[in-house]
Nanobody
Framework: QVQLVVSGGGLVQAGGSLRLSCAVSRSFGNFDVMGWYRQAPGNQRELVAGITRAGTTNYRDFVKGRFTISRDNAKNTVYLQMNSLKPEDTAVYYC??????????????WGSGTQVTVSS
C-alpha cells in the first residue's frame, strides 16, 4: 500500500508564498513521475508540475517561473514551492505518484488534497 501524506496548504495573500510537502511511504525509485495537481471548484483536476525519476522537472505554463517542484530522496518527500501566488491559484492541491507500466494500465497513487487559498 502506497501512502502519500500532504501538508502545507493554507490561506495567503496575493504575492505571498507557500510550500507544500508530500511524504511518500516508498522511495522515489518505485515511481516514474511524482507530480502535483490541483482542482479548483467547477474545474477538472489539472497537472501543475512533475518531476521524473531521473530528476527532470516540467511545469505548466501558468506556474512557470513562480512554482518549483523538488524532492528530498532521503526523506521520500516531494515539495512544491509556490511563490508570487495569485488568486487564480486557489484550489485543492494533490500529490501524485505515477508508475508507467508496459502492460496494463498505469498505476496512480494520490494523496489527500490540501486547500490553498489566495486572497486578493
Amino acid at each position: 500500500q502506497v501512502q502519500l501524506v500532504v501538508s502545507g496548504g493554507g490561506l495567503v495573500q496575493a504575492g505571498g508564498s507557500l510550500r507544500l510537502s508530500c511524504a511518500v511511504s516508498r522511495s522515489f525509485g518505485n515511481f516514474d513521475v511524482m507530480g502535483w495537481y490541483r482542482q479548483a471548484p467547477g474545474n477538472q483536476r489539472e497537472l501543475v508540475a512533475g518531476i521524473t525519476r531521473a530528476g527532470t522537472t516540467n511545469y505548466r505554463d501558468f506556474v512557470k517561473g513562480r512554482f518549483t517542484i523538488s524532492r528530498d530522496n532521503a526523506k521520500n518527500t516531494v515539495y512544491l514551492q509556490m511563490n508570487s501566488l495569485k488568486p487564480e491559484d486557489t484550489a485543492v492541491y494533490y500529490c501524485n505518484a505515477l508508475v508507467i507500466r508496459s502492460v496494463g494500465p498505469n498505476l496512480n497513487y494520490w494523496g489527500s488534497g490540501t486547500q490553498v487559498t489566495v486572497s486578493s
